[in-house]
Structure formats: C-alpha cells, structure tokens
C-alpha cells in the first residue's frame, strides 16, 4: 500500500512538473536528493552504478533548480 501511494504521488509530481508546478518541482528536488544520499552507501558496493547514479540524481536537482523561473512562471 506504501509503494502504491508513493507511485501516485510521483505520478502526480511528474504531471506537476510539467504543468509548471511548484509541488513536483520540490519533491522531485527531495526525491533525488535522498537518492544520492542513498547510492553513496552503495559506492563500496557497486562504485560505477552508484556514481552514474548520483551523476543522473545531481542533473535532475539542476534542472529542477535552475530553471525555477518556469516554475515560478507558471504558478503566478
């Protein structure tokens, strides 16, 4: 049921970005910040995913947060 409700809200997040939304904008900025937190305590483990990983985590944190001008755009 966890998993279920947290697919949603993802869901709804993506829609939100694209629809200009400041809620997707911050969670999709929380989501891929805690995913690089977690990969890094999977470097010793498999150190090339987890670097490719965090690379793609820390590209989607950009885009979110450099580009918040259509962000705020769009909820105004």
Do not use: C, K, M
Request: no cysteine; hydrophobic share 60%.
């Amino acid at each position: 049921i966890v998993d279920i409700l947290l697919a949603l809200v993802s869901f709804y997040a993506g829609y939100d970005i694209l629809r200009g939304g400041q809620f997707g904008q911050v969670y999709g900025v929380i989501i891929a910040g805690f995913s690089a937190i977690r990969w890094f305590f999977y470097l010793p483990a498999a150190p090339w995913v987890g670097i490719v990983i965090i690379a793609v985590d820390v590209l989607i944190i950009y885009g979110l947060v450099a580009h918040s001008d259509y962000f705020r755009a769009r909820s105004s």
